[in-house]
């Protein structure tokens, strides 16, 4: 393990002093693994707002799909309406046409 250490941060700081352990370990060590810390919680708290932003958009797009679904039910009943008006208007202008053509009947019955 000690070897691992000093391997691990010979090109960190020197950790021999006269062949001995530096005394400063202890404190690089405890920087090292403070700086861990701090790095883990930034990184926890990124991913907590990346995870609350994606609840955010997730509940706006669950209210627009509610929401498009609603217009389209809407525009489903408009549609019936423009068609039931359409018929309608044909049927008129179908009697409207059939009128027309019995009145040139009858006055050129009469003119006759």
């Given at each position: 393990?000690?070897?691992?250490?000093?391997q691990?941060?010979?090109?960190s700081?020197?950790l021999?002093?006269?062949g001995?352990?530096?005394?400063?370990l202890?404190?690089h060590l405890?920087r090292e693994?403070?700086?861990s810390r701090?790095?883990?919680?930034r990184?926890?708290?990124?991913?907590?707002?990346?995870?609350g932003?994606v609840?955010?958009?997730?509940?706006?797009?669950?209210?627009?799909?509610?929401?498009i679904?609603e217009l389209?039910?809407?525009?489903?009943?408009?549609q019936t309406?423009?068609?039931?008006?359409?018929r309608l208007d044909?049927r008129?202008?179908?009697?409207?046409?059939e009128?027309?053509t019995?009145?040139?009947?009858?006055?050129?019955?009469?003119?006759?």
């Amino acid at each position: 393990m000690r070897q691992l250490l000093l391997q691990r941060h010979h090109h960190s700081y020197p950790l021999l002093v006269a062949g001995r352990i530096d005394q400063r370990l202890p404190y690089h060590l405890g920087r090292e693994a403070r700086m861990s810390r701090e790095a883990w919680t930034r990184a926890t708290d990124a991913s907590d707002l990346v995870h609350g932003e994606v609840i955010s958009l997730r509940t706006t797009v669950l209210g627009q799909i509610s929401e498009i679904r609603e217009l389209q039910a809407a525009d489903r009943r408009r549609q019936t309406v423009i068609s039931e008006l359409l018929r309608l208007d044909h049927r008129r202008s179908m009697e409207t046409s059939e009128s027309r053509t019995a009145l040139q009947g009858q006055m050129t019955a009469l003119q006759g």
